[in-house]
């Protein structure tokens, strides 16, 4: 009678320790993928900007903006400034290339 319930309770660990081995097979694996960014970025000084970015700085699109810091940026075959803004606490950037245009 010792052994039947020494063996009944040896099962019955078994198929416990089974049933959790199962679900540990269940866990999926996510693989995580990094993009370098392949855009290229030179601080530019804000008076060695070209006369059409700063024109289009003091255009009525920008008053009350003040320029803070500028990049010149190549991003494949597109080339633009990205200018950092600040007005009061508010802060921003634009990009406009080197026509003085707003580029997207």
Same mark, same amino acid.
């Given at each position: 009678?010792?052994?039947?319930?020494?063996?009944? &309770?040896?099962?019955?660990? @078994?198929?416990?320790?089974? #049933?959790?081995?199962? =679900?540990?097979?269940?866990?999926? $694996? *996510? !693989?995580?993928? &990094?993009?370098?960014?392949? @855009?290229?970025?030179?601080? #530019?000084?804000?008076? =060695?900007?070209?006369?059409?970015? $700063? *024109? !289009?700085?003091?255009?009525?699109?920008?008053?009350?903006?003040?320029?803070?810091?500028?990049?010149?940026?190549?991003?494949?075959?597109?080339?633009?400034?990205?200018?950092?803004?600040?007005?009061?606490?508010?802060?921003?950037?634009?990009?406009?290339?080197?026509?003085?245009?707003?580029?997207?």
């Amino acid at each position: 009678m010792k052994k039947l319930i020494l063996s009944a &309770a040896f099962l019955a660990f @078994a198929g416990f320790s089974a #049933v959790q081995a199962s =679900e540990v097979k269940d866990f999926k $694996t *996510t !693989a995580i993928v &990094a993009v370098q960014d392949s @855009a290229v970025k030179t601080p #530019v000084k804000l008076e =060695e900007l070209p006369e059409p970015v $700063t *024109t !289009a700085l003091k255009s009525d699109a920008y008053k009350g903006w003040t320029a803070t810091e500028a990049w010149s940026v190549k991003e494949g075959t597109k080339e633009y400034y990205l200018i950092n803004v600040k007005k009061e606490a508010e802060t921003g950037s634009v990009k406009i290339d080197k026509d003085g245009k707003p580029v997207q």
